[in-house]
């Protein structure tokens, strides 16, 4: 059976909630964070993504495909960008990045694809 990109960041999301309400000063800690590094800089919010994307493919963190390639469909990352950016984290890390690629690749699939509809209306 297949993974479901929207699921799992459905998921996540919901047990996400739950850390907000039951350890809030680690995840205000932890958005603040995100807050900072993901602010405006020399590189754009775009590169920035493709990096924790990059990181989440080496990792192998379902989550952090999901919800990065969403970000990155949010802020019109082409598909040749993407592939870019895959292609050097398989040549850095081998087998398992490459495996992690192609689940890269699913979730941008799956969320163009939710997104075209949406886009129809």
Known sequence: MSKSFTEITRDVSQALGSLHKEASGTMQGFGAMAKSALAPGVLSALDKELIALAIGVSS???????????ALIRLGVSREQLMEMLAVCVYMGGGPSLMYAAEAVRAYDEFTAAAAPAAAA
Do not use: E, S
């Open 60 to 70: 192998r963190c379902d989550a952090c495909v999901g919800f990065h390639v969403k």
